[in-house]
């Protein structure tokens, strides 16, 4: 008899992640992470996924779904915001479950794996960075109970200390890795939908292409995929595409990458392959503005690409140095021009209560969104994350008031720039929200 494996997306609610500002808009993704890990365990375990964020399950309903299944071990991918929850979530079900193997991966747990072990003292075991190859090891060591030393990107107890393995090398090809099991997640075209502002047609869903992004920004964590950028070949790419829309009849695809647009040969040819499929589909993505090109948007658009976001964070030079954004508001203004003249529309990603942030400075960036014509904006919190430079930083610039995991949302302010206040800070996001936030223009489509 096959043993059992449940991988879970635990419960997170929409305010858990936004906070105050839940009302202005929000997205489920499907966990393509997950069901890779699923995709390569599910011919010789008995695979189960639970994404509680999906559905909408409350902890008591997911506690009371795992308990009745019975699983032999328990995956659990987190992120920071909902970690203190699911270590509740699992203390309680260890209980029931006295003699399931319990195993921590995700964001959190690759940022700071020694201190969330030493929070989680359920789990046995953390999976540091990319899960998918660590996890069938793992599982066939736990099997045979052998040791867990010889398993690189992997934490665990041993003898009541914690022992932390060599890194797990990157996947350099993508392309072996198996193909999702979008099939164990829930009912794709009910449950899944990206953020109101990046979609024009229904269903809609995001995508992952790539993996890895080679700037340095001071308020990202790249813990889990690291700074190399990797991609699956466009002809992989197209082919999620096109199991989608025959499978689910998805219409519009958000490729919601760290950062789609590092290498303009591939993207290009991603283009051109997706063009030869005659899929009538749609597609987003999201990238840096200094790298938009006119022949690369030019493909883009012919393939059904509509709009591209852009992290611009601030219209201040000044600001993105300390960012270590390397890159300037010149630089973001040609990558916005390049793309309105090939017929993509512009969705800007900004930080309200950056690092030597003023009044001056938000009215600015807010009156520069206005000149360069962005046609959707989203604008959060700056917010400094565990195993970031802003962590460490973030007391030169300003008050960072709360170090609890369980309050970083991005969106309610716990970072709060020297000059500003929080109602400063989320006055301007709420602004954000009501003036630019909620344009839907359906703009027509470059000709294919």
Known sequence: MKKRVLLLHPPTSLEDRYGKSAGYGG????????????AMIRDKYDVLIIDAMATGQIASEVVDEIIAWKPDVIGVM????????????MEGIKIQLPNCF??????HISAVPVES????LVFDVGVIGEGEFTLVELLEVWELG?????????IFRKDGELVVNDKRALIQDLDTLPFPAWD??????????????TYLKLPAVSLVCSRGCPYSCAYCDMSVFGRKWRA???????EFISHLYHTYGILDFNIQDDNFLVNKR???AFSQVLMESKLPVIWSTVGRADAMEPTMASWMAKSGCWQVAFGLETANDHILKVLGKGETVAEMERGIRVSHEAGITVKGLFMAGNPLETIDTLEKTDSWIKEQKIEYVSMSAFTPLPNTRSWEFAEEYGTFEERDWSGINMWDPKFVPHGLTKEIIQKYIRRSATVHGKKKKHLPLAPR
């Open 27 to 38: 997205h489920i993704h499907p966990p393509q992470g997950i069901c890779h890990l699923a």
């Open 78 to 89: 987190s992120f920071t915001v909902s970690f203190e929850k699911a270590v509740e979530m």
């Open 102 to 107: 319990f195993v921590l991966g995700g964001p």
């Open 117 to 120: 072990m030493k929070c989680g």
């Open 146 to 154: 052998d040791s867990f030393e010889g398993i690189n990107g992997l």
């Open 184 to 197: 164990l997640l829930p009912h794709i075209p009910d449950f899944y939908r990206p953020s109101e502002m």
């Open 232 to 238: 699956f070949s466009p002809e992989r790419m197209v």
């Open 266 to 268: 591939k993207v290009i």
